[in-house]
């Protein structure tokens, strides 16, 4: 369960990192990096999951999708 957690936390980083260096090289997406990145982060750490949810972007835009998705639910509120 810890090896999980911590393989999910790299792996965020890895996907940020990406997301930086996408920022940086105009021809490489950043925003599949980023979203990749924050929900492992929220699978990986539930106070990461709750500051993401207590924020308006997310109550205004993702939560309605995020609560229609069966698989995105599961896997964020786990």
Known sequence: MIMKK??????????FLLGVIGLLIPVIPQVPFFVAG???????????????????LYRKYL?????????????LNA
């Open 6 to 15: 911590i393989l999910m936390i790299i792996l965020a980083a890895i996907f």
């Open 38 to 56: 924050v929900l492992l982060m929220s699978m990986a750490s539930p106070r990461f999951r709750n500051a993401v949810k207590g924020t308006k």
């Open 63 to 75: 939560k309605k999708h995020i609560d229609n998705n069966v698989r995105l639910s599961a896997m």
